[in-house]
């Protein structure tokens, strides 16, 4: 019985970590976007779809473990998220392959762009100073990665803390 409390505990901490873990990398790719200024490609806006499903799965693991459910529930749970974590790094790896040009990217890559003004008068202006985004130009890179290749270690490593939680029990 006191083994199963500290799995249970164990599984509690792994799913706030990976949940909020979700919920920073998103955050942070919002912020980039509407604080920043940096519109979002489609391969870009595709890449949060995971963290999108994979959050509220994460609270539901939270809540599950916070209220001692049969511990296959979180870990089912956890499985989950750590598989859509998967499939974003998937993501993430064409979309910075395709920025590298080690492939082609989408034949399409049409977003709606926020940042362009619907004002007649300003729209002049802003085709002038905003570029529409690029599926295979990266926006911007720090130590020498664009976001796609940030998002595939975020992904990777919340997949690895969703699997190791799921693991726990």
Known sequence: MIEASVAQR???????????????????????EHIGGYIPCALCLLQRDPYYYGIPLGLLAVV??????????????LVLVGLLMLVG???GVYHAGAEWHFWEG????????QGISSDVGD???????????????A?????????AGWNVIASLILAAIALRGAAKA
């Open 123 to 137: 729209l002049l202006g802003d085709l002038d100073a905003k570029h529409a985004p690029s599926c295979t130009e």
């Open 10 to 32: 164990q599984q509690l901490v792994f799913a706030l970590l990976v949940t909020l873990g979700m919920a920073a990398t998103v955050g942070g790719a919002l912020g980039f």
């Open 89 to 91: 790094a998937g993501i």
């Open 106 to 113: 989408p034949s399409t890559c049409a977003t709606t762009a």
């Open 64 to 77: 599950a473990a916070f209220l001692k459910l049969p511990a296959w529930i979180t870990r089912t749970l």
């Open 139 to 147: 926006a911007l890179r720090v130590l020498g990665l664009s976001f």
